[in-house]
């Protein structure tokens, strides 16, 4: 049972980037699914969160309308499309299945010129 971020990176501001997070040993299209980013200092910030059939998502104020929150439960993964990047978005991003208590190992985001 296990979830894997990759997608981050180095992304200058204004620019895009998608974060992949991919589910095994469980029945993935039966969860809830939600992203995190944390800053070092601080605690860890809900970034979205989405039903699971996919037709729910919420977003947080700081993120809204840049950021959009996707799955394919055919494919077991979950996506964040992150465009209009600032610096402040600048954090590790996890994905989480609270249904689970399950944690992936995060994947980098630094925005930066």
């Known amino acids: 049972v296990q979830l894997v971020e990759s997608g981050g990176g180095l992304v200058q501001p204004g620019g895009s980037l998608t974060l992949s997070c991919a589910a095994s040993g469980f029945t993935f299209s039966s969860y809830v699914m939600k992203w995190y980013r944390q800053v070092p200092g601080k605690e860890r910030e809900l970034v979205a969160s989405?039903?699971?059939?996919?037709?729910?998502?919420n977003y947080a104020d700081s993120v809204k309308g840049r950021f959009t929150i996707s799955r394919d439960n055919a494919k077991n993964v979950m996506y964040l499309r992150m465009n209009s990047l600032k610096s402040e978005d600048t954090a590790v991003y996890y994905c989480?299945?609270?249904?689970?208590?399950?944690w992936g190992q995060g994947t980098q985001v630094t925005v930066s010129s």
């Open positions: 989480h299945a609270p249904g689970l208590s399950l």
């Open positions: 989405i039903s699971n059939s996919g037709g729910f998502t």
